[in-house]
Nanobody, 114 residues
C-alpha cells in the first residue's frame, strides 16, 4: 500500500522557519519526482517546489530564495526547508510523488501568524 506521510507543520511567527518531511512507503522512491504543493483556504493548489530523481529542483516564484527542497533516497523521504516565513505562506502543504503514477499525501497545516 502506497503512503505519503507529511510531518513538521505547525504554528510559527513571521520570519521563522519550519522543516517539513514526507516519508514514503510502498513506492520505488528513487524513481519518482517528488514535490510540495500548498493550498490556502478558498484558493487552488499551487506548486511550491519539485525535485527530480536526478535532484534538479524547481520552485514557485513566491518561495524562491526562501524555501529549499531536498531528498534522501536512503530514507525514502523528501524535505522542505522553509525560512523567512510570511503570513501568505499559511496553507495546507501536500507531498506529491510522480512517475508513471501520481500519489498525494494527506497534508500538513502550516500557519504563519504573530
Amino acid at each position: 500500500q502506497v503512503q505519503l506521510v507529511e510531518s513538521g507543520g505547525g504554528l510559527v511567527q513571521p520570519g521563522g522557519s519550519l522543516r517539513l518531511s514526507c516519508a514514503t512507503y510502498g513506492i520505488s522512491f528513487s524513481r519518482y519526482a517528488m514535490g510540495w504543493y500548498r493550498q490556502a483556504p478558498g484558493k487552488e493548489r499551487d506548486l511550491v517546489a519539485t525535485i527530480s530523481k536526478t535532484e534538479d529542483t524547481n520552485y514557485g516564484d513566491s518561495v524562491k530564495g526562501r524555501f529549499t527542497i531536498s531528498r534522501d533516497n536512503a530514507k525514502n523521504t523528501v524535505y522542505l526547508q522553509m525560512n523567512s516565513l510570511i503570513p501568505e505562506d499559511t496553507a495546507v502543504y501536500y507531498c506529491n510523488a510522480q512517475w508513471f503514477q501520481e500519489y498525494w499525501g494527506q497534508g500538513t497545516q502550516v500557519t504563519v501568524s504573530s
